[in-house]
């Protein structure tokens, strides 16, 4: 359990004794609702979300604006921008940032199916939503050189902070980031 994201040794430790203490029953359904979790859950074919249909809740909801994408890194971002009420639209998840350091290159992230998307359904304004960190700085700015000639490109306003993830913000930061975005240059 240690090998998950924000669970130490101790925290791993005292999960591990819990469950020890749980009967049979309770430690096999968990087991079998994460193995579950595991199967059935993919991306959706639209936007690269978590979701466990083929197309997900919010890119098949009709009074969501099909005019403006918001990108970001991952799913978790997602999830955080949702939890601000203050977002309308629809999403595009990359699957991460660019980073050279790492391998990473723009051709391992959804770059192409978001700008075939952004091609095909017209959309009005691509905001980028990727944390302020260099390689999310790197990603905002190559996203920005290929969107700009087919669609306006803004990037969320800052607030958060340099290295730190939208997934962590609280939901009034974010809610401010979104309404101070501001015109890529």
Same mark, same amino acid.
């Given at each position: ?121 017209? &959309? $009005?304004?691509?905001?980028? +939503?990727? *944390?302020?960190? @260099?390689? =999310? ?8 050189? #290929?969107?700009?000639?087919? &669609? $306006?490109?803004?990037?969320? +306003?800052? *607030?958060?902070? @340099?290295? =730190? ?8 930061? #974010? ?9 890529? +240059?």
């Amino acid at each position: 359990m240690q090998r998950l994201p924000g669970i130490g040794p101790k925290s791993a430790q005292r999960l591990a004794l819990h469950l020890l203490k749980r009967p049979d029953a309770e430690v096999e359904a968990l087991a079998k609702a994460l193995l579950e979790a595991k199967q059935q859950v993919g991306t959706c074919q639209v936007c690269f979300h978590l979701s466990a249909e083929p197309v997900c809740e919010i890119c098949r909801n009709p009074n969501r604006d099909r005019l403006t994408i918001c990108v970001v890194a991952d799913s978790r971002d997602v999830i955080a921008l949702e939890k601000t009420r203050e977002y309308r639209g629809r999403y595009h998840v990359l699957g991460g940032t660019i980073s050279p350091m790492d391998g990473i290159g723009p051709d391992m992230l959804t770059v192409q199916p978001l700008i075939q998307r952004v091609q095909r359904e017209g &959309t $009005r304004e691509v905001i980028l +939503a990727i *944390g302020p960190s @260099v390689e =999310g700085e790197t990603t905002a700015l190559y996203l920005s050189q #290929l969107l700009k000639p087919f &669609t $306006r490109v803004t990037r969320i +306003a800052f *607030g958060l902070p @340099v290295g =730190g993830d939208l997934e962590y913000a609280d939901e009034v930061t #974010l809610a401010r980031a979104l309404e101070g975005r501001r015109e890529m +240059a």
